[in-house]
């Protein structure tokens, strides 16, 4: 969706690609230093931090005019992208029992798909009702809010503890 953003306000191709590709390149020593801060604020923080910066990133994004404009986006979206994604998935991996972990995985992999077409679909939607991708940048930030509300109410702590329950009781049924 950036791609086809910045080619609407007239953003060289080749710059579009560039950013995209450098996106990809900073954004691995960056999950690994979003795994740090988990370390040190929590999982649950970290995401915290990272929709923040998204919401930043959508509101810049709709004041977005040039390459540089465009670069500066992408170098801020590397910095949270592979990081919120490692971290969402390392929360959910803690919060479910390891021999149910194919199924909730699995479920997992599908919402993400979904998400990969709800999110594309609510921006063309808003583009349809405002007639203007620049003021449909901004739906983005209800996502990112949404998002950040579910959040609010997971509580991790009985999410890990209902996830070791069902361990000991596999245990215990296959031992038994």
Known sequence: MAAIYGAEIDI???????????????????AILFGSLA?????????FLALTVYVGISVLAYFMTSATHFFVLAILAAMVQGGSQALS????????????????????????????IIGPASVAGAIVLTHS?????????LVFVAGGIILYFVDEKQGICAAQSAEMATKRIRTA
């Open 39 to 47: 370390r040190r604020i929590g999982s649950k923080k970290a995401i």
């Open 89 to 116: 998935r390392s929360l959910f991996a803690r919060m479910i029992p390891s021999h149910k972990s194919a199924q909730f995985f699995s479920l997992f992999a599908i919402c993400e798909k979904f998400a990969g």
């Open 133 to 141: 991708s620049q003021d449909a940048i901004l739906n983005m930030i």
């Open 12 to 30: 060289e191709r080749g710059s579009l690609i560039a950013a995209i590709l450098m996106v990809q390149f900073i954004g691995i020593p960056f």
